[in-house]
């Protein structure tokens, strides 16, 4: 459906969702993920579980869900569980802090002695906080912890998929990151701490993707909407008229994990947009084709520089 007119600068293509769509669904053939193992972090509740939903409605054969909340993991595998039995999918928990380098170091050495090559690797889990008005009066660790958790552990665990001793020379991995990177909120402030973490992290994850090819690992970030859980309630509060649908996310998830969407390699795109009409659009593909910094967290109001324009 279309979206309302506060919509409109936001979106690159005319149609935008707020609920999933036949192009994104998770039983479409060709976003097929039989035969893969997804680890998911935040995986146990909110977003985080209605990706691994999708994922076994795309037949992976293997869901493991991360979260520092053992209780959760154990309620998160028995609803999947029960609510799957006839799927074939083999679903499995793994506590972790990725705020902490030997949780995560932790994390990878268990699977990799389990011989469990993981291929698709979902970065949900976020630290949230801190939020205010007033960013100097914000206490530093609270800060760090941010920063520490957004871009440092999202940055290890990318590393450690990317670098499994049981990959293969020519497997290809596919990295799928959820940002809020880019999202503004009036009247207050447009980026606070959080959101400046986010969007750190996605920009660095664009340089690995201009480091790494597509057929080494797919890179996709993405902003997945606005959704109604504990957080953004306890943030926004009642006062939107309207929230998206975690089924949207949830499956562009999958969508962003999939050949399909090869061609946004390294890109940052919100899932509010339509893929047909986005990859249909000749003027979005020029412009992905002839500017590097296209679609990728950058300096509002300016484009692309690099080195070589010192040199030339």
């Known amino acids: 459906m279309s979206g309302p007119p506060s919509f409109s600068a936001m979106s690159l293509t005319k149609t935008h969702h707020s609920d999933t769509y036949p192009a994104i669904s998770p039983t479409k ?3 097929s993920q039989a035969g893969k193992t ?3 972090t935040g995986g146990a509740s909110g977003i985080g579980f209605e990706i691994a939903r999708s994922f076994v409605k795309a037949s992976a054969s293997r869901i493991i869900i991360l979260s520092r909340r053992t209780s959760a993991l154990d309620i998160a595998a028995e609803r999947l569980r029960d609510e799957f039995q006839s799927s074939g ?3 499995l928990t793994r506590q972790a802090d990725i705020g902490d380098d030997s949780s995560i170091t932790n994390v990878w050495d268990s699977l990799n002695s389990q011989n469990i090559l993981v291929h698709v690797l979902v970065l949900n889990g976020v630290h949230a906080t801190p939020f205010g008005p007033d960013t100097l009066s914000m206490d530093k660790g609270e800060l760090m ?3 520490d958790v957004n871009v440092g552990g999202n940055f290890l ?3 450690k998929f990317v670098k499994q001793p049981l990959r293969s020379t ?11 990177a880019g999202i503004q909120r009036h009247p207050a402030p447009s980026q606070n701490p959080y959101t400046t973490s986010k969007a750190a992290f996605a920009a660095l994850l664009g340089r ?12 996709i970030s993405f ?8 957080g953004t309630v306890s943030y926004f509060g009642q006062k939107l008229p309207r929230w998206d649908e975690m089924a949207l996310p949830a499956d562009f998830a999958v969508w962003a994990a999939s050949q399909e969407a090869s061609w946004l390699h390294g890109r940052f795109v919100w899932a509010h947009w339509d893929v047909d009409e986005l990859k249909a659009d000749k003027a979005i593909s020029t412009q992905l084709e002839q500017e590097k910094g296209f679609l990728k967290v950058a300096v509002q109001g300016l484009g692309g520089v690099s080195f070589d324009s010192y040199f030339n």
């Open 38 to 40: 997804i680890l998911i």
């Open 29 to 31: 053939p060709s976003l």
């Open 89 to 91: 999918t083999e679903f």
């Open 157 to 159: 665990m990318s590393s």
């Open 223 to 230: 902003h997945p909407g606005l959704l109604c859980t504990e």
């Open 208 to 219: 690995i993707a201009d480091e790494r090819s597509v057929e080494d690992v797919q890179i």
């Open 170 to 180: 020519d497997q290809q991995l596919n990295l799928v990151n959820l940002s809020t």
């Open 145 to 147: 912890k941010g920063f």
